[in-house]
């Protein structure tokens, strides 16, 4: 029967590596943190890093039948553990970003119908015109991408629409890779999810929509009304707009669980499913950002993600709709050379030790007596640039700077260039 626990809210993230679930109360304590990881826990897809990279290395896709493998494996750990799916009010999750999957004709009566005495990856099998999904990491559509830009007059003029120029790893040009290169696998497929989208439908047991904020990451989009770009979708493919339904907002109730999770689980009836969303507006929403605020994501690309009333579009960069409010924007930069630039660095000037570096840094004056760097080991994205650029305070250019100056040009000159970018893409600086 139904007992009185402490109601809990469960997160997903179906990422590149893994996946992962926790449970939170309704103070958003954790109560409850799991995962698999691919490679390890299922040896059986031979994924290296969760996905294949094909003979071309610029071809990168994972295997989609993984995903639901990897949510089945997940769920039965949780019920081997005692966990107690009836007290779980609603779900949602993230996932990696861009990444599609190609639902097979028929495969909607599957979904809803799939038994609940059989792991869902067994009902299934079947269901995906594409059995490998390209994802993030792919480049292999550079000619889908020129002629997308081709087909709207130019790249700014993409970026006006959809909020970004064409990318390679953008859903819409790798849907055009597949409809270019085999048209019988789209004419098959009836409906086209992101990978956060097709979690989502895993759970719903139908085709859950496409959320604003992962919608804006496939150059299909039209960020301003949020409907599908009719020029967008008739440069990528046919009949494109009925395979992709209707997008909603980030923060959409969907529906509740689908039978299967009751049955098989003990899930309550009530719980309810709300719109997945891409890894980066998630990290938006977990975070809590709001107007005015910037977050920094330091890896060995460093991401700068923020939240904007009046967007810009430009060539570098990115504009998503707001997943947390629907009348604004979330922009996002990458750029290359963050944490192995900063290691780099600290080998050199600080024999190796943060501690060291730290010192460096607050032994000297912000500003740096205005010398200024810019730190590129490899081409940067924003701006095009690479190499080691060092300016004195008379604005020449120097070969080298002494340790300490070096270390704050360094962190200085990436943050400002961070700064100086995020105001092009209509970011303010709040007083």
Not at 16 to 21: A, D, H, I, N, W
Not at 64 to 76: G, H, Q, R, T, Y
Not at 221 to 237: N, P, Y
Request: glycine share 8%; net charge negative; proline share 4%.
């Amino acid at each position: 029967g139904r007992d009185m626990a402490a109601p809990c809210f469960l997160g997903w993230d179906f990422s590149t590596q893994q996946l992962k679930v926790i449970a939170v109360d309704e103070h958003l304590r954790v109560i409850y943190e799991d995962n698999v990881h691919f490679d390890k826990d299922l040896p059986e897809f031979k994924t290296q890093g969760g996905v294949y990279v094909h003979s071309d290395r610029l071809t990168v896709t994972s295997p989609v039948l993984m995903w639901v493998k990897a949510l089945d494996m997940i769920l039965e750990k949780m019920k081997s553990s005692g966990f107690n799916f009836s007290q779980v009010r609603a779900l949602s999750g993230a996932g990696q970003q861009h990444g599609s999957v190609y639902w097979k004709k028929g495969s909607i009566q599957i979904l809803k119908n799939a038994s609940p005495e059989l792991p869902l990856h067994q009902s299934l099998k079947a269901c995906f015109a594409v059995s490998n999904s390209p994802i993030w990491m792919d480049s292999s559509t550079a000619s889908q991408c020129s002629a997308l830009e081709k087909a709207v007059g130019g790249a700014q003029q993409l970026a006006n629409i959809t909020g970004s120029r064409a990318y390679e790893r953008f859903t819409g040009n790798q849907i055009a890779k597949i409809y270019n290169e085999n048209p019988e696998v789209y004419m098959q497929t009836e409906r086209i999810s992101l990978v956060s989208s097709f979690a989502a439908s895993l759970f719903l047991g139908v085709y859950a929509p496409i959320d604003y904020s992962d919608g804006s990451g496939m150059n299909l989009l039209e960020i301003w009304q949020k409907v599908w770009s009719v020029s967008c979708l008739d440069a990528c493919a046919p009949g494109l707009e009925e395979k992709l339904g209707s997008p909603v907002p980030s923060y959409s109730v969907l529906g509740s669980i689908s039978p299967y999770y009751i049955q098989r689980y003990g899930f309550s009836p009530d719980c309810k499913v709300v719109a997945f969303t891409g890894d980066n507006p998630a990290s938006l929403a977990g975070m809590r950002l709001e107007e005015g605020d910037i977050a920094i994501s330091l890896g060995t690309s460093d991401t700068l993600f923020l939240w904007i009333q009046e967007p810009t579009p430009a060539l570098e960069g990115h504009i998503l709709c707001n997943p947390v409010d629907s009348h604004t924007y979330m922009a996002l930069l990458c750029f290359k050379n963050g944490s192995l630039m900063r290691e780099r660095i600290r080998d050199d000037c600080a024999s190796g030790s943060w501690d060291e570096f730290s010192k460096a840094l607050s032994s000297t004056v912000a500003g740096n007596n205005g010398n200024l760097g810019f730190y590129f080991d490899v081409m940067e994205i924003t701006p095009e640039a690479v190499g080691i650029h060092r300016f004195n305070s008379d604005n020449q250019k120097v070969l080298n700077f002494p340790k300490e100056v070096e270390i704050r040009a360094l962190i200085e000159g990436q943050f400002m260039a961070k700064r100086i970018h995020a105001e092009k893409l209509g970011y303010k600086v709040s007083k």
